[in-house]
């Protein structure tokens, strides 16, 4: 789950190697994220991310609106799967984790991220497109 704004090659690594573990994947595209006003509209980045797995049955791609644990429960999932890049990452995600399993009953499983992936950010990949660089080393074939 998260804004994937946009979906990156870190996303599709984590998606990989989540999908032998479980029967369905649904990947949660956040819709009404106002930390980031700049975004782009969840329809868009609905369908890029639709585009990339339309031959994968296992894997659903929903928007959401609210509390990712909400969102969870909605679709009966029993864990949310997030990729960790850092130390700072994982500090933020255990803190998460430990929300959803208190208070929405969603345990977390958290992938490191490859090595040769933890400098791929969302955040990074807008940046430097916004300054004319070809990002399209960073985003999914």
Do not use: C
């Not at 031959?55 to 929903?62: G, L, Q, T």
């Not at 609210?66 to 679709?75: E, S, V």
């Not at 803190?95 to 933890?118: C, K, M, S």
């Amino acid at each position: 789950m998260g804004t994937f704004d946009p979906f990156t090659i870190g996303h599709a690594s984590v998606v990989r190697r989540a999908l032998p573990l479980f029967d369905r994947l649904v990947i949660g595209v956040v819709g009404d994220n106002v930390h980031k006003p700049g975004m782009q509209p969840a329809e868009e980045r609905l369908q890029a991310i639709r585009r990339l797995y339309q031959d994968v049955p296992a894997i659903e791609v929903k928007s959401y609106f609210g509390l990712a644990m909400d969102f969870a429960r909605q679709q009966g999932a029993q864990f949310i799967v997030k990729g960790v890049r850092t130390v700072s990452d994982f500090e933020y995600e255990q803190w998460q984790a430990d929300i959803n399993r208190r208070v929405g009953g969603i345990e977390t499983i958290l992938l490191y991220t490859e090595p040769e992936l933890a400098s791929v950010s969302s955040t990074a990949v807008r940046e430097l497109a916004h300054f004319g660089v070809d990002v399209s080393a960073f985003l999914p074939k």
